[in-house]
């Protein structure tokens, strides 16, 4: 059973940074696409940066670009965001998805994810 489990969320200024990882066990990781969401009360949850099998393809939302990079380390089964810059709006709910399927998407296995906050 896969189990995915977060890590670094905390409470920021602004223009301050922050690392999340995510712990995989359970399967392959490497046979795993990966993601961070974001998930904020009231909105719908939106895929904030996704990692290929082999980390050598990325995508971002276009809020993140320039600020955020997300990698993957496939020998010890983690994977990460580096968040730089952060801005209020980027307050949320964050969670770290894999599965198969298209690469940028992942949504087969989900952690709890970690509250990230940062004040003004």
């Known amino acids: 059973q896969v189990q995915l489990i977060e890590s670094g969320g905390g409470l920021v200024q602004a223009g301050g940074s922050l690392r999340l990882s995510c712990e995989f066990s359970?399967?392959?990781?490497?046979?795993?696409?990966m993601a961070w969401y974001r998930q904020v009360p009231g909105k719908e949850r939106e895929v904030v940066a996704a990692v290929s099998w082999s980390g050598s393809q990325t995508d971002y939302a276009d809020d993140v670009k320039g600020r955020f990079t997300i990698s993957r380390d496939n020998a010890k089964n983690m994977l990460y965001l580096q968040m730089n810059e952060l801005k209020p709006e980027d307050t949320a709910v964050y969670l770290c998805?894999?599965?198969?399927?298209?690469?940028?998407?992942?949504?087969?296995?989900w952690g709890q994810g970690t509250q990230v906050t940062v004040s003004s």
């Open positions: 998805a894999g599965g198969g399927g298209d690469w940028r998407l992942p949504t087969n296995y």
């Open positions: 359970g399967d392959t990781f490497r046979h795993y696409a």
